[in-house]
Each structure stands twice: as C-alpha cells, then as structure tokens.
C-alpha cells in the first residue's frame, strides 16, 4: 500500500458508525428510482462477519458477492480463498459499508453488534439481512425500527419458518397450522408449549463457563474490534467465534440462538406481529452475572390470555403444541379435532407474503419477516432473557416497550455500550 493510500484508509477509520451518518452514500437502487435494478438483473452484497453463518451466504438469489468483511485474518482469508481475488476484504465494517456499488449488506457477526451494523447500514443507504436474534436487547431493536424506516430501506431477518419449510418436529408448515387458528376452530385463548417434541434441548446447550482466565490473544484476532460496543473483559477463546453464545455480553445462550426460530412463527400464528406479552415468568436458578445458565421454564402471557410456554426441561412432553378450548394440535400434526386436514382443505389461504429476499429489495415491499414483527419476535427472546438474569416475573408494556415499574429490568432494555460507539 503507498503512502497516500495508507494516509486516505487511516484518515477514513476516524470515523464512527455515527459520523458515517454525516455523509450521504447513494446506492445504485436510489439512482434509478422505485424497483430499480441493475442491467444485469443482478444484486450486489457485502457480508459482516465470515467465520460461520457468513460462509453460507456466498452465493443466494442470484446477488454478486463484492466484499466481505471480519475482524479475524484467518476468518477473512479463508473467505478470500473460497470467494476468489475479484472479492475484496475489509476488516473494519464501516469501509464496506462506505461502498456505493453495494446493494445488501448481510450482517453475520455475533449479535451484539447487529444493531450497531443494522443502524450503520440504513444510514448507507444499504438493504439489510441480519442474522438472528435481530437484536441482543430490546432498545436497540427499537433504534433499527427506527432507522430502517427512516432511510427507506428493505430488511430482512434470517429465520423463516412462517413462510416455508416443515416447522421443528410439527410434521407441517406453519400455514395450514395459521389456516387452523384463524378459522377459530381451536377456540380463544390459545396455549402454545415449544419443548424438546419439537427436536431442541433447550436446557443446556450454549451454557457459558465460570471464572475464565485472561489468555493471551491470537494475532490473527483484533479483540478491541471484536468486542467493539461489548464490555472490556480479558480475552479467552470461550469469549468468541462459535461460543460466544454463553454469555450474556454477546448473546443470551441457547433462547438467544434458536429463541427466534421458535417463537416468530408463534407470534405469527398467534396474530401478535404488533405486540409482545405482558408478562413473563421464569423458573431458574440463579444465574452468574457472566456466563449464561441453565433455566427450566419460561412462560409468557399476553393481553388477551394467549400462552407462550418455553419447556427446559422437556417435562410435558405429552403437552400439545397448540392448545385451545375446543381442540388440541399434537407433534406430527396430530388432532384431536375429527377430520381436521380435510376440513384445513376447505379454509382461505392468509395473506400472502414475499418469501424472497431479491424481490422485497426490487420492489420495495416489505420481506416476510422485516425489521417491524422481526423486532417483535426479537422482544420475545429479550424478554425472557432479562427474567432469567434476574430470576423473578416481570410485567411489560407493548406500547412503551418497557418494564413496568422495574427500573432493574429497564437497564436491561437500554444497556450502555463501550467507548464511543452509541446508538
């Protein structure tokens, strides 16, 4: 690199997420005008964050790959060998995101950074696909709502079982399951129970451990970058990469890995994309204040009655997974309605809704599942997280999306992050 080079990229880092909010960057979709495409017909993308999830999404809907970006030399230069020369590598994010021949950013990284890169995103005039959880707290899904919307951009949330694939271990999609709800057949209030039937132990897996030692840090790793808006602790590798998960300062254990795919589909077939329960109550021990802990249930309680119930330990496991006053829905789509697919046969389809990423960017209509019931869902996640840490039952308001006189639950909400970075 010459030296005038070096100077401009030195000079480009001074930057924050926030300051690349100064500066207008104009995307190739906003040069053209609504449902503008390139002449080729083909989307261009960056990926954040290429040491798991990110490798999967080279190549999806015919988008051109353009650049990826990671904090790891190794993660990036495995990318680079698998992607080829034509691909560049950044290691800071806010240099691929300063591209204008960038139509989607993927963002792939742990989640504590999903709403710093979502926000930064929007602000670049970038489409986004975010990995879940959406967010890791529930203040900061509120600021991507907000972004999103304000800069008119498309976004999409990475789980998808409300609009295709065999839900976990329930024999069927979640649309004949909607049809069912919507008919009233099953009655009102409804209970849901997601257990071990339907094919995930929720109880230890992701699990963080105790009292780490500080260790030396790779040189291939950038830590300070890693942790970015996370509290400084020392490193040790359980801290990072694929197991990052076990603790709270980057996620929420396994509630916080597969908490989403479970409970959005919940929220849709409920007809809750606008709001979040009210209350939620937890049976746990008592958690460290570091590494994410086992629990055994988690219940949630909407306005209306309607049960979401989070099973551990996988103790009922002869419990229905939908459960109403008229009628009950089993694992393998079992019944003990009479005739129930026969009488699904007869029942208007829901809504439709755009199940393909490429065509929410080009028409400008929102994806399935978008930054608005994606943040919803999100809450779920965050909700039962925060009552785990703190072990007792916690009352929440869907309008103010807030604890109700819970001032220790509301630091939760709205967590403090690290030197300069801010939302």
Known sequence: MNENKSVARRNFLKYTSASLAAFTIVPRSVLGGKGYTAPSDQLTKGIIGVGGMGLGHFDYEGTKLLAVCDVDKNHLQRASDIAGPDVSTYSDF?????????DVVHIATPPHWHGLMAIAAAEAGKDIWCEKPMTRTIGEGIKVVEAVQRHGRMFRLNTWFRFKDTFYGLGTDVKPLKKVIESGVLGWPLKVTVSGITGYNWKFFWSGKTNLKPMPVPESLDYDAWLGPAPYKPYNPERVHSVFRGYWDYDGGGLGDMGQHYLDPVQYLLGKDHTTPVRVEVDAPQQDADAVGSWRRVTYTYADGCQVILDGENKDKDAAYIEGPYGKIYKGFKSDIPNLKGLIDTLPDPEPQIGLFSDSVRTRQKFALNEMNGHRSA???????????????????????SFINDEEANRLVWQPMRGSWSI
């Open 94 to 102: 806010r240099e691929l995101l300063a591209r204008p021949d960038i």
């Open 379 to 401: 809450t779920l996640v965050n909700m039962g997280i925060i009552a785990i840490r703190l072990g007792r039952t916690l009352h929440f308001d869907p309008v103010a999306q």
